[in-house]
């Protein structure tokens, strides 16, 4: 089992800048391959980064590439998402996920953090 726990989100304005961490706990975070989803207000939950185990690969949906990115520390068991210039279009539930592969769907979910983009 991991147990996952996101912080860092807010509401700021457009073009702002925000950090989203994901303290893992619990099995071997070293293991598992990372990802961020999104669900905006009244639409489907979608993937925005996933991140292997190791870091050597890494994946973006084409509405954050250039603007967002995914990192991880498995030595503190955390993953990271740096997101710059952010729009009124990114406002979401944001949430960090675990499973064995970035081609598996992920096990262990988090309960996510808000963002809200103002514009």
């Known amino acids: 089992q991991v147990q996952l726990v996101e912080s860092g989100g807010g509401l700021v304005q457009a073009g702002d800048s925000l950090r989203l961490s994901c303290a893992a706990s619990?099995?071997?975070?070293?293991?598992?391959?990372m990802s961020w989803f999104r669900q905006p207000p009244g639409k489907e939950r979608e993937v925005v980064a996933k991140i292997n185990w190791s870091g050597s690969y890494r994946y973006y949906a084409d509405s954050v590439k250039g603007r967002f990115t995914i990192s991880r520390d498995n030595v503190e068991s955390t993953g990271y998402l740096q997101m710059n210039n952010l729009r009124p279009e990114d406002t979401a539930k944001y949430y960090c996920?675990?499973?064995?592969?970035?081609?598996?769907?992920?096990?262990?979910w988090g309960q996510g953090t808000q963002v809200t983009v103002s514009s």
């Open positions: 619990g099995r071997a975070f070293g293991d598992s391959a």
């Open positions: 996920a675990a499973g064995a592969s970035v081609t598996t769907t992920p096990l262990y």
